[in-house]
């Protein structure tokens, strides 16, 4: 199982990033898939999930309404567009894979997650 997330960098506060992290290894879509995020001096943070199918996603409520994410089973792609940037959105972001077992559609809870991409930077600075 690999998880690659790519696509941060430095953004002005009220900007745009799309992150993406590319999967391989496993069967893509029978996954949950999530993105994390932390920050220096803080501990991992929920930022938003998505179904096996795709169907379905739920965002931390610090991102709702700015953030959309959302995959490409065909290409074994998940997605994070990020808009209206803050400098409270500094992170590094990881992405995240959660085997759906037929229980819960989506997981907020990175103790759910058995496999973890590297993290890409994304730092909101003017």
């Known amino acids: 199982v690999q998880l690659q997330a790519f696509g941060g960098g430095l953004v002005q506060p009220g900007g745009s990033l799309r992150l993406s992290c590319a999967a391989s290894g496993f069967t893509f879509s029978r996954y949950i898939m999530g993105w994390f995020r932390q920050s220096p001096g803080n501990s991992l943070e929920f930022v938003s999930t998505?179904?096996?199918?795709?169907?379905?996603?739920d965002y931390a409520d610090s991102v709702k309404g700015r953030f959309n994410i959302y995959r490409d089973n065909a290409k074994n792609m998940v997605y994070l567009q990020m808009n209206s940037l803050k400098p409270e959105d500094t992170a590094v972001y990881f992405c995240a894979a959660k085997w759906y077992n037929g229980v819960s559609i989506y997981a907020a809870r990175s103790s759910e997650y058995g496999h973890w991409g590297q993290g890409t930077q994304v730092t909101v600075s003017s």
């Open positions: 998505i179904s096996a199918s795709g169907d379905s996603a």
